[in-house]
């Protein structure tokens, strides 16, 4: 037992399993044994987890950005947003990726927590965080359409086509290719459900063309909503 509630989801890397708690504390254990290596109170009440070797980050209710080194009672990094984030970040071996509340999507430095990239505009809620596929960074949106840009540079693959959605479209659920080369999306809207996929290279505005709409009457459910440096001194 850790003492409070597990936020999902953990984290398991180099023999470690990292979660976050409802008490606002960070736990890691020890994956084979389960024992309690260290238990850190944090400053917040941090969002989803996401692990890159051994460093944790994570968006917290303050509207900041964390990183921690796995094991460390100080944070690596702080960056203060003031927004808070959408879903978990996720890291590639440069940058992390996370989306936010104000529509955006910002790419920081894994050591340093300074930008990669200026903040992108997004032209609507991200439904959670970024996706990473092939180079490529794919945000859904509550609209139930895809945001697609280069995760090297920030710029656009994809805009999003809001017109081709089935009106009052919701995003349903949304899930990648075990090789993560491929993404898909159910939406719903009307007495229409929808499955649109986006895979890895494939940009421009017809991408979502490469893969048949597969479609079928139903009845629509209740519409839920998705769920939603500053340098080291």
Avoid at 54 to 67: I, K, N, S
Avoid at 100 to 111: H, L, T
Avoid at 114 to 122: D, I
Wanted: hydrophobic content about 40%.
């Amino acid at each position: 037992p850790v003492g409070a509630e597990v936020e999902l989801p953990i984290v398991v890397s180099d023999g470690r399993v990292i979660a976050a708690l409802a008490n606002r504390a960070l736990v890691v254990l020890d994956l084979p044994t389960g024992a309690v290596r260290k238990r850190m109170l944090l400053p917040a009440k941090p969002g989803e987890l996401a692990g890159s070797e051994d460093r944790v980050y994570f968006g917290a209710d303050d509207g900041e950005l964390y990183a921690y080194r796995a094991g460390s009672e100080d944070p690596l990094w702080v960056f203060p947003l003031k927004v808070n984030i959408v879903g978990a970040p996720v890291a590639d071996d440069r940058c992390v990726y996370a989306a936010f509340m104000d529509n955006s999507v910002r790419a920081f430095r894994r050591g340093s927590g300074t930008s990669c990239w200026s903040a992108r505009a997004l032209t609507g809620r991200p439904a959670s965080g970024p996706m990473l596929t092939g180079g490529q960074l794919v945000i859904p949106l509550t609209t139930s359409d895809l945001v697609v840009i280069e995760a090297r540079d920030g710029k656009p693959v994809r805009r999003p086509t809001v017109a081709a959605q089935p009106s009052a479209a919701t995003l349903q659920a949304i899930s990648a290719s075990p090789d993560g080369t491929s993404i898909y999306i159910v939406s719903v809207g009307g007495d229409q459900r929808r499955v649109r996929g986006h895979r890895a290279g494939h940009g421009g505005a017809d991408a979502g063309a490469r893969h048949r709409d597969r479609r079928r009457r139903v009845a629509a459910p209740p519409r839920a909503q998705p769920r939603g440096q500053r340098p080291a001194p």
